[in-house]
């Protein structure tokens, strides 16, 4: 696996860049391809907490995880256990998904721009390039990458739409016209 690392208000030394190369590493064993896959690392630190995100773009879709701890080692261990987690829950469900139906490549192009940190202001911001989808499939990617909600493409109206979870563990579908 290809490794991206890149830190914000933290040097990444040869010793953390090491450890994490060694433990994303142990992640190639759940990939038919792994020298065909990046994994993009953020490491970043906000007051005392180190936060590690890793985001990992495969051809159906986007494995995502963030952990923060005191301890940057901890973190990567956590977040690497969580990876590790959703994979191979997801697997399955994956691998069901590629039998049944043909999916089309899914990559999420995205862009973020930070502002300034104030209460009640917009302080991320997101671009997405959305592919065509059915409701089942974004409903797999939204769990995939442990959101609340998933903006997609609709595959049969081409229409954005939205599909979030509910309170009572259901999902719901916001359509725009």
Do not use: C, W
């Not at 987690?85 to 049944?100: A, G, V």
């Not at 300034?116 to 991320?124: H, L, N, W």
């Not at 998933?150 to 939205?162: A, G, H, I, Q, R």
């Amino acid at each position: 696996m290809q490794i991206k690392m890149r830190g914000e208000k933290i040097k990444i030394t040869p010793a953390i860049d090491s450890y994490v190369s060694e433990k994303v590493g142990k992640l190639d064993k759940y990939f038919e391809n792994p020298e065909e896959i990046s994994a993009n690392i953020l490491v970043r630190i906000r007051g005392i907490e180190q936060i590690v995100e890793v985001t990992i773009p495969i051809k159906n879709a986007v494995i995502r995880a963030e952990e923060r701890s005191k301890d940057l080692y901890e973190a990567i261990d956590l977040v690497v256990d969580k990876l590790e987690r959703q994979i191979r829950k997801n697997k399955t469900k994956i691998q069901k998904k590629k039998n049944k139906v043909r999916l089309p490549e899914f990559n999420i192009d995205y862009q973020i721009e930070e502002k300034e940190e104030t209460k009640g202001k917009i302080v991320k911001e997101k671009i997405i390039e959305t592919k065509p989808m059915s409701r089942e499939e974004a409903i797999l990617q939204m769990e995939l990458v442990d959101h609340d909600f998933y903006v997609f493409k609709d595959d049969k109206t081409l229409e954005t739409s939205v599909v979030y979870r509910r309170k009572d563990g259901n999902y719901g579908v916001i359509d725009a016209k």
